[in-house]
């Protein structure tokens, strides 16, 4: 049974929706948005945090505080008339859902994000060079430092870590790492391996390499 955190502005306004996900399996706990989120996160252990508010600010300062506390995937539950809603103001949250909230799609984003966290290899690390993929944590590192990223960063650096020197496709790194029902364009791909690199690389390393009119793979000398 999976652990549901929903961190809202208040808790009346979530209550029908808590209820409904615990209908369907869930274990469910509800936070307030002003209540230490580190402390809410040791006392649930949830697998996944929804976070519901009206503010593009809110929604980035409480993300990055989970992200901080636990690499856990967060989904933003947010009010359909917020502009730009795709557009970087979402801070680290890995999906968003508009209010109301239709339970079935929020269901479906909810497992495909758990299915992604579960396919986890035997090992407890995967290490490549300088850099660790501590597959227990859900936490990366490059030579000492921690390394925050978004659950679909962490899922795609980690599928292009445990096969390095392969050569892997836009289009295969879109189904195995967003899932054959994602309906997104190779462009997505391209935009998460920039950010990838952007927290991952210095002058000092270089870890994913782009194959020309093919795709992207880990370098294997890492």
């Not at 929706?17 to 209908?23: P, W």
């Amino acid at each position: 049974m999976f652990n549901i955190l929903i961190i809202t502005r208040e808790k009346k306004n979530i209550e029908k929706l808590s209820l409904s996900l615990t209908q369907k399996g869930y274990t469910c706990a509800l936070a307030t948005s002003d209540e230490r989120v580190t402390e809410q996160i040791a006392e649930h252990t949830p697998n996944l945090i929804l976070v519901e508010s009206d503010s593009h600010t809110r929604i980035k300062e409480l993300s990055q505080q989970i992200k901080q506390a636990k690499n856990l995937p967060i989904i933003a539950l947010v009010d359909i008339e917020m502009p730009d809603m795709t557009n970087g103001h979402l801070g680290l949250s890995d999906d968003f859902v508009t209010k109301p909230c239709r339970l079935n799609e929020l269901e479906l984003r909810i497992k495909r994000l758990l299915l992604r966290e579960s396919r986890t290899d035997n090992d407890e690390q995967i290490k490549r060079g300088d850099m660790i993929i501590d597959l227990a944590k859900y936490e990366v590192s490059v030579d000492g430092q921690p390394i925050l990223l978004t659950f679909r960063e962490y899922q795609l650096l980690k599928f292009l870590a445990s096969s390095p020197g392969r050569v892997f496709s836009r289009e295969t790194l879109l189904n195995k790492v967003w899932g054959y029902e994602y309906y997104g364009g190779d462009r997505t791909v391209d935009v998460h391996i920039k950010r990838l690199r952007t927290k991952i690389e210095d002058a000092n390393h270089t870890f994913i390499e782009t194959v020309r009119n093919i795709g992207y793979r880990l370098r294997e000398e890492n």
